[in-house]
């Protein structure tokens, strides 16, 4: 199947700092990728999409200057978490489509303390 | 009412039984539907997907998608302890942009 990686895929950062993750698409060309927060044992939720050399489009009550979104490529997506909080710690996965099906990075566990 | 509920479970089996997960979905408009395998810490991983009603058989693993019942399942045959993982499914349709719309997922342990 397609690869999207994902990086870092864990990462500890003091309240107050802010931490970027990255997603590609290894082997195809992506002009949407998605954001998604997990929670433990909890499903996905979708953040915000992703759009190349456009604006992301963010998902109701999900602050997007909290969360920045950059598509400056076919292939690579990043996400900011701008001033992170304890309450930012979570599971964030990115996806990308290849046709009609989506395949998922590896995850970023985010840890704020 | 949720879009798509799933029994989180966890659901516990011996090895080689048949495993049922389902979901059930209230938005007729579904018509792309996926099972996603999840391990613990990492990303989910595309199992099975199927388009509309119907029957779809990959080795172990059948999906079935029953539209009318707005109600989709997959079935695990000879499972196995590496089958251990949260199984999610996840339903999109035309016009909704490749938004995926997930379950809750349900928590399967195959033991030994």
């Known amino acids: 199947g397609a690869v999207v990686s994902q990086h870092p895929s864990r990462v500890i950062c003091k309240s107050g700092t802010s931490v970027k993750i990255e997603c590609r698409s290894l082997?195809?060309?992506?002009?949407?990728m998605f954001w998604y927060r997990q929670f433990p044992k909890k499903s996905l939720m979708l953040m915000a999409t992703s759009n190349e050399g456009s604006k992301a489009t963010y998902e109701q009550g999900v602050e997007k200057d909290k969360f920045l979104i950059n598509h400056a490529s076919l292939t690579l997506s990043t996400l900011t978490v701008t001033s992170a909080h304890p309450e930012d710690s979570s599971f964030y996965i990115c996806?990308?489509?290849?046709?009609?099906?989506?395949?998922f990075g590896q995850g970023t566990r985010l840890t704020v303390v | 009412q949720k879009e798509v509920e799933q029994d989180p479970g966890p659901l516990s089996v011996p090895e080689g039984a048949i495993v049922s997960l389902n979901c059930t979905y209230s938005?007729?408009?579904?018509?792309?539907f996926m099972w996603y395998r999840q391990y613990s810490r990492k990303g989910p991983e595309l199992l099975m997907y199927t388009y509309s009603s119907g029957n779809k058989e990959d080795g172990r693993f059948t999906a079935q998608v029953d539209k009318s019942s707005k109600y989709i399942s997959l079935f695990i045959r000879d499972s196995q302890p590496s089958d251990s993982a949260t199984y999610l499914c996840a339903m999109s349709f035309t016009g909704g942009g490749n938004k995926l719309t997930f379950g809750t997922g349900t928590q399967l342990k195959v033991e030994l």
């Open positions: 082997d195809f060309q992506a002009t949407t």
């Open positions: 938005n007729s408009a579904f018509q792309y």
């Open positions: 996806s990308g489509f290849r046709d009609t099906e989506a395949f």
